[in-house]
């Protein structure tokens, strides 16, 4: 099995100069929904087209005059009715050996990135298969446009086009990261309509893929079976609740049977309850030490090495796994693993395939500038939250008053932004085993916008979890019925 990467040298100037075109003028009407109710690429291309107009020239608060609420609605409720009736695990069938099929990482709302992406690789279509592998929403300003348009192309070609779980694409993260901030501010008094069938939706998102019978993608990765014991519990900081004694011997992969059967319309806290699986595909990491563990850094989730990822190719004879979750700034501080610089890495190597880790959102996070070591003030003194204490050359400066904290910010803004590529997987016919990595920088200058969350206090991605906010039941939980709203 061998990979290729694909890097155009043209490709970064070509991407820039994408963006730097005369004024685009407006779209000139409305969109509206199909009379008939059925999409077509010229009704998707519009949809673009306005979309990416209306985040360069009109205020966030005026996207319903480009998208109004009822085409909003009937989207969002034809992809609902589609994603609820697919598996947990989706089986991609490709039969035919002029078929391709592109596999895409994390996104994270950047709405130009994912445009781009989609013309670079060419759009879905009948020999085009596109998994999508999660986390469509929050930290980037467009995290419902984009969610929108693969939306969208899901409803085009359903059985070409498969929109996988991530794990922001629940309630806890899309309060905490934007998504729910910026729906509110797009849709105003119907902003907790359009936040509900959000999240109805992302409930019926597939954890996992099958592709061709040898590859398996989902968004954390592996997962237990549920075969364990129960574990005691204490208290935490911040009054949280965390795990004590989970009973590591115990911990056991699970199998793809396990996984076709979890509830994934529950995302039950780490280490209670009887549904652990979709918390696992969507939360675990990747790690070099043998065997399985408790993800303590996130605190919710599993931690794999090499051998459980050669006992899962072995077991159902797959030959690569594709997952996501990891941009730059967790790989940061992550130093066993390579550094997300790339777009992708690949993590494990061993005899029966490989376990690659991929992320497409380039130049990420939209709006950390300088943040990238996590430093904060806080009463007066500034600290870091790195493990292991190290302290930053420049904050013995600021301590003894030999540098500002807005020259200690500027220096860190200069000198720490990852300015990471983003990339995408192609897998080719007859065997779909030599993954063909393409690399690209993000389209520039981004539109002006504003962050819609405090992006300075979230610093660290999906860390110290609140436990008690975590999704504990469905979103139809008080919610009228998405077909009658």
Known sequence: ?????????????????????????????????????????????????????ASRHIPPSDLPSVLPFPVF????????????????????????????????????????????????????????????????????????????????WKVFLPHRVFLLRGNHESKYCTSVY???KEVMVKYGDQGQQVYRK??????????????????????????????????????????RKVVTNVETNLLKL?????????????????????????????????SLKPGISPNKERGIGLLWGPDCTEEFLKKYNLKLIIRSHEGPDARDKRHDLTEMNDGYTIDHTVESGKLITLFSAPDY???QDGLKKGWMEKEGWMRERMDGGSIHPFICLVKHGRMDRSDFLLCLATEERFNNRGAYIVLHSPDFTSPE???????????QANAYYDFEEVIDSDEELDLQSMDHGSALEGITAIQTE
């Not at 929904?33 to 949809?47: C, K, N, Q, S, Y």
């Not at 929403?137 to 984009?146: I, P």
């Open 437 to 447: 990595f393409h690399t690209f920088e993000a389209i520039k200058p981004r539109p």
């Open 1 to 53: 099995m061998s990979t290729k990467q694909i890097s155009n040298p043209d490709l970064s100037s070509s991407a820039t100069e994408a963006t730097t075109p005369s004024p685009p003028s407006p779209p000139g009407i409305t969109l509206s929904w199909p009379a008939d109710g059925i999409l077509t690429v010229e009704w998707i291309r519009a949809l673009t087209a306005a979309l990416d107009w």
């Open 73 to 152: 609605h009937r989207l969002v409720l034809a992809a609902s009715n589609i994603l609820h009736k697919e598996r947990n695990c989706v089986t991609v069938d490709v039969c035919d050996e002029s078929c391709s099929v592109v596999v895409v990482g994390d996104v994270h709302g950047q709405l130009h990135d994912v445009i781009f992406l989609l013309e670079d690789a060419g759009f879905p279509s009948e020999d085009r298969f596109f998994v999508f592998n999660g986390d469509y929403v929050d930290r980037g300003a467009w995290g419902l446009e984009t969610f929108v348009l693969l939306l969208a």
């Open 178 to 180: 934007g998504f729910e």
């Open 254 to 286: 699970g199998s793809l049977e396990e996984l076709q059967n979890a509830r994934r319309t529950v995302l039950d806290p780490p280490w209670e309850g009887s549904n652990l699986i979709p918390g696992d595909v969507l939360w675990s990491d990747p």
């Open 365 to 367: 996070p939209q709006f």
């Open 198 to 239: 959000c999240l109805r939706c992302f409930e019926g998102l597939p954890l996992a893929s099958i592709i061709a019978g040898c590859v398996y993608t989902a968004h954390g990765g592996l997962f237990r079976s549920m075969n364990l014991a129960s574990s005691k519990r204490s208290k935490g900081k911040k009054g």
